[in-house]
């Protein structure tokens, strides 16, 4: 294992230290428990948005977290959901008194510690919504999931709603917003190496050089199956194909079309994937009206993709496109 | 070789194509001779900014064509310069009026087609300046080098001449600008693995489970020595020293620190390198005031990172701050 890093179990609290001195006029961060919340929290009036997971996947959520995007991300231990004390102090710093959503990916730890918090924190007066995110069509039960992994929906699901946060919707409405984001956003990854964990030293899991596990989690859960190495153009169309299939889209949709990297796979490649599954969705009559292109919810070091397809309403595009000053995702700001 | 690639000698194609569907309010992209330009360009009486270099550094340079920083970017075939045509083509296609400034890494077969392209342009009466960038300590010639190689300072360069360019400044003001950029930047690297062009299907170099590069090249050149791998203080340390020893960095100079991914490194190693490089230069007297951490000049897929650290006047600081809208640097737009 080589890392550029000090020790295992120095990770995350290292890391934090530098976002703090790279990012000191976006966030704030605090230690033990650690979160991470805008330089200007709370802020008065308007519904706070807060998510969080493992640690390991960044940017996703640390690197969303200012102006248009997320007020309070809490990072667990690497691939380790963060615990209810953590969440429930960073549910108290951002209330500004309009409530907090919990935005929640699906893996059961999350789902827990998720619920214990905003329990503990409604105990406390502090107004809480959560929501579930489980956009990946790849498999039903996974290794830390009870129904559907949540993936990149994620991404958009907390952009989308920052905006509209910003723009002063109340907490229900954020939430409802929230729902609808993710029922309206599927997605499906493919991983060509596995990644390592500090603590474990060892990759999680082993794929030969000639195979690539597809539908893989962003923890390296398996997939739906371990395959061949394929073409982009045949991977592209595998992916697509059950993300159109799942919705279903139908021809006139808008669409925004999110190529994510899983950490080591470089953009000239996820450029090769955009290509062909753009002329997918054009071929299904989806025209693609937004783009995200990069690495945003990732798996350490590990090669590979996830697409993410949401179709688009008129609010939801809207507050796409609004403006957000994040480390990760920054424009009109 | 694992990679989301067709065949390795459609891989610039085929990204190019992927870049213009992604980004279609954002860039043109014209094939054969191949390059990027700005949606909107020509911009009239605006100095417009070219660079380019072999592709398989994404995001530079095509992900910084736009508002606020490049008018053009000529990729070259994997690692390998663009050809004087392409620099041609696209010095004729984004002349507004105001001349062209040439941004030029230094590499024997980059600088030698930049100048043929811009005795070629200035017979058909556009006016060319060119500077070349030769920001990288490590070693004074390499393997495509005579002289210092050009690396991290080049989009530090690229953001604030199009910034200062955006303002009206003139192409000899601009091209002043730039040359003060390259004087006050310096950077290092260090490999953890190779990468593979894809067309040679293997790795450029090895490196055993416990050495690394250091002082690595960003098409995988050797460096000063190749070491026994170290923990991240350690490199940030042997990267910073020879940094700070260079210009000399004084005792209340300002300046940005630029922490950069080679391609296979994740931003929770990068920022534990941000967190120990700051630590340094702040107890040398340098104040960080802006900072960019993420994989913004890469070689592939190759582990690894760069720092670059650049004493700002108020002149570059202003210009650095300036809005840009490109697909991979963006704000303030």
Chains 1, 2 share one sequence.
């Not at 929640?104 to 406390?124: C, P, Q, S, W």
């Not at 139908?250 to 899983?262: C, H, Q, R, T, W």
């Not at 080591?264 to 969705?281: F, W």
Request: charged share 20%; proline share 5%; with cysteine.
């Amino acid at each position: 294992m080589k890392k550029l890093i000090n020790a295992p179990e120095n990770v995350v609290e290292e890391a934090l230290a530098g976002m703090a001195a790279a990012h000191p006029h976006l966030l704030k961060i605090q230690f033990d428990p650690n979160f991470i919340t805008r330089a200007d929290a709370p802020v008065r009036g308007k519904v706070a948005l807060l998510s969080g997971g493992g640690s390991g996947h960044e940017p996703m959520h640390g690197g969303f977290v200012g102006h248009g995007m997320l007020d309070a991300a809490c990072p667990g231990a690497v691939f380790t959901s963060p615990t209810p004390d953590q969440i429930l102090a960073a549910t108290k710093a951002v209330d500004g008194g309009a409530g907090v959503l919990h935005i929640v990916k699906n893996y059961t730890g999350d789902v827990l510690n998720f619920e214990m918090a905003a329990d503990l924190a409604k105990d406390e007066g502090v107004r809480v919504e959560a929501v579930i995110i489980d956009d990946d069509v790849a498999v039903q039960d996974s290794l830390y999931t009870a129904g559907r992994r949540g993936v990149g929906g994620t991404v958009l699901a907390e952009k989308i709603c920052g905006g509209a946060a910003e723009a002063g919707l109340d907490l229900a409405a954020v939430a409802e917003l929230c729902r609808g984001v993710n029922a309206n956003v599927r997605s499906m990854g493919v991983a060509l190496t596995p990644c390592t964990v500090p603590h474990a030293g060892k990759p999680s899991f082993t794929l030969g050089d000639d195979e690539i596990e597809f539908g893989v989690g962003i923890h390296g859960e398996p997939g739906r199956k371990r395959i061949k190495m394929e073409q982009a153009d045949k991977i592209a169309e595998m992916l697509m194909e059950p993300i159109l299939a799942d919705l279903p889209f139908k021809s006139g949709d808008k669409a925004l079309l999110f190529v994510n990297s899983l950490g080591g796979t470089p953009l000239v490649e996820l450029y090769i994937i955009y290509r062909k599954a753009a002329e997918i969705a054009k071929a299904h009559g989806v025209e693609i009206v937004r783009s995200l292109v990069g690495p945003y919810i990732t798996s350490l070091e590990m090669a590979g993709t996830s697409l993410s397809l949401l179709k688009l309403d008129e609010d939801m595009l809207r507050f796409w496109d609004a403006p957000v000053v994040t480390p990760a995702l920054r424009w009109g700001g």
